[in-house]
């Protein structure tokens, strides 16, 4: 692992060191539109699927199976679109996923039964690949010094889609039918790809295309001790927003009378906490990155704790719960930027590759720790055992981000000045 590092890029800092002359990036919009594309329909149809059972006749746990099998192909595409972005092109990987959303998103919308319903749904998927073509964009064109900066607005809008899609699918839902959520998506998509088109520019000629197998890429991925350090805080970070996820409405209920309407508006309030944790990012571009992702965990486990004491000691108020979660966000808001240019930085010319990979074993690590710790979760003494299994999820990611700096640090010091990144070592 340390052999293979010692040819790796080393990001001293968020911004690290360019190795090629950026070229012109394309406009920030088309970037913002597929990152958010690329995570709207997670969940903008949720509100409809009572309905769609009801129009295929069928029970609601089979058309339920839309959301498995979404997030299953989801991360597959990630995994092999990054990969094909390095060896094809970003340009043509996100006009094709684009393209297939569309025509899935159509068949969803006419589909005359749950079968091609789920076909259809499934093939949406194919949209993840936007999110990290996306990323590899920015970090290729905007320059060394300002992706950072870029990813972090850019994860503003990636976190505002989740939280709107929802009440904007309940509206489609409730005036058009369901069918109109998946037109609305479908003409949605048409658009993006009608920008990107002509915004989107190929970057991928900045690095050498990489060489051998598929396989062969992954393995110069898997034996970086940095690839690892970096994807497992984002997958403890991303652990934590799940367990939050899961458990918030057993142990805050009783706090609101039975209200899903109060409860989701203060689980609300982490997602606003992510919005601010990326434009704090933003504005720590100039920090090194494992200092950032050390700061970001050491606020979501400073804030953890103090919800932890609160509840200990019996006070019993909704924000004395929902205060210290909102650090959460801001910690995985200011984790996103950091967390995915280090994984890009393992190798310049595997970096949708890396983007891709992070990112599936982020949510396939989360998911697991969240699985974990809902065996622990019961009613009594809801709160304070939420608090304990955050903290704990919360404090992996700690571990990693410390991991990162030694990494980064002992890969820094192997660095002779003056010489490119390229150079570096991870350890």
Not at 145 to 165: D, K, Q, S, T
Not at 238 to 262: D, E, Q
Not at 302 to 315: D, E, H, K, R
């Amino acid at each position: 692992m340390a052999r293979d590092d010692s040819i790796q890029s080393s990001p001293s800092s968020l911004t690290g060191k360019a190795t090629a002359a950026p070229i012109a990036a394309p406009r920030r919009t088309v970037l913002l539109l597929l990152t958010a594309l690329s995570v709207l329909p997670v969940n903008i149809y949720l509100p409809a699927l009572p309905n769609i059972a009801a129009t295929f006749q069928v029970d609601f746990a089979l058309v339920n199976l839309s959301i498995a099998g979404y997030a299953i192909i989801n991360a597959l595409t990630e995994i092999i679109a990054g990969a094909m972005s390095d060896r094809y092109g970003r340009r043509p990987v996100a006009l094709i996923a684009v393209s297939i959303f569309i025509i899935a998103s159509i068949g969803c919308a006419l589909a005359p039964n749950v079968g091609v319903f789920l076909l259809c749904r499934v093939m949406q998927a194919s949209i993840a690949a936007c999110f990290c073509v996306a990323l590899v964009v920015i970090k290729e064109t905007a320059g060394e010094r300002r992706a950072a900066n870029r990813i972090g607005y850019a994860a503003m809008g990636w976190a505002i889609a989740p939280m709107l899609g929802p009440t904007f699918g309940g509206v489609l839902d409730e005036m058009f039918g369901w069918r109109a959520i998946f037109v609305a998506l479908a003409l949605l998509g048409a658009v993006i790809l009608a920008i990107s088109m002509r915004e989107l520019k190929e970057t991928a000629g900045l690095a050498p295309r990489p060489r051998g197998s598929y396989f062969a890429s992954y393995g110069q991925l898997l034996g970086s001790s940095r690839f690892w350090a970096y994807t497992l805080c984002m997958a403890c970070s991303t652990g934590t927003l799940y367990i939050f996820l899961g458990g918030a409405s057993l142990a805050a209920s009783s706090s609101f009378g039975g209200s899903s309407a109060k409860l989701g508006f203060f689980m609300g309030m982490v997602p606003a906490g992510f919005i601010l944790g990326s434009y704090l990012a933003a504005r720590l571009a100039g920090k090194s990155l494992s200092t950032t992702l050390v700061i970001a965990r050491l606020s979501t486990c400073i804030g953890l704790l103090l919800g932890l004491t609160l509840s200990i000691t019996g006070v019993t108020h909704v924000l004395a719960f929902f205060g210290p979660c909102i650090f959460i966000g801001i910690g995985n808001g200011m984790t996103f930027p950091a967390a995915n240019l280090g994984v890009m930085s393992v190798r310049s010319n595997l970096a949708g590759t890396a983007a891709g990979l992070a990112a599936a074993m982020s949510i396939a690590g989360g998911a697991l720790i969240a699985s974990i710790a809902g065996l622990l979760l019961r009613e009594t003494g809801a709160i304070p055992t939420l608090f304990v299994l955050l903290l704990t999820s919360a404090s992996l990611a700690l571990s990693a981000a410390l991991f990162a700096a030694f990494v980064d640090r002992r890969g820094a010091n192997r660095v002779p000045d003056g010489e490119g990144a390229e150079c570096g070592s991870g350890g």
